[in-house]
């Protein structure tokens, strides 16, 4: 099992990125999938996640990031607009959780002018 995270970088407030993530070692399609993120000194906390019932989101998110997947090709994607600086932290890809697999090196987000 292997998750390999892309798309972070540097954006000022109310910027947008586009997270995605490759995984690979297990029937993609038949796990709900979560993006989490960490800040550091924090516990890893869950942002998003998509199953066959549909996305849910934290409330710190909601309305502002888009979790979506595609069961062909194995990726996980989040759309992030309206980026806060309390956004910023390494964002992670993996299963729901109960059935995580090992973690991947992560996203970093950065949100600052």
């Known amino acids: 099992v292997q998750f390999v995270e892309s798309g972070g970088g540097r954006v000022e407030p109310g910027g947008s990125l586009r997270l995605a993530c490759v995984a690979s070692?297990?029937?993609?399609?038949?796990?709900?999938m979560t993006w989490y993120r960490q800040i550091t000194g924090n516990e890893r906390e869950m942002v998003a996640t998509?199953?066959?019932?549909?996305?849910k989101y934290a409330d710190s998110v909601k309305g502002r990031f888009t979790i979506s997947r595609d069961n062909v090709k194995s990726e996980l994607y989040l759309e992030m607009k309206n980026l806060k600086p309390e956004d910023s932290a390494v964002y992670y890809c993996?299963?729901?959780?109960?059935?995580?697999?090992?973690w991947g090196q992560g996203a970093q987000v950065t949100v600052s002018s």
């Open positions: 993996n299963r729901v959780q109960g059935a995580l697999g090992p």
């Open positions: 070692g297990f029937p993609f399609n038949m796990y709900q």
């Open positions: 998509i199953s066959r019932a549909g996305a």
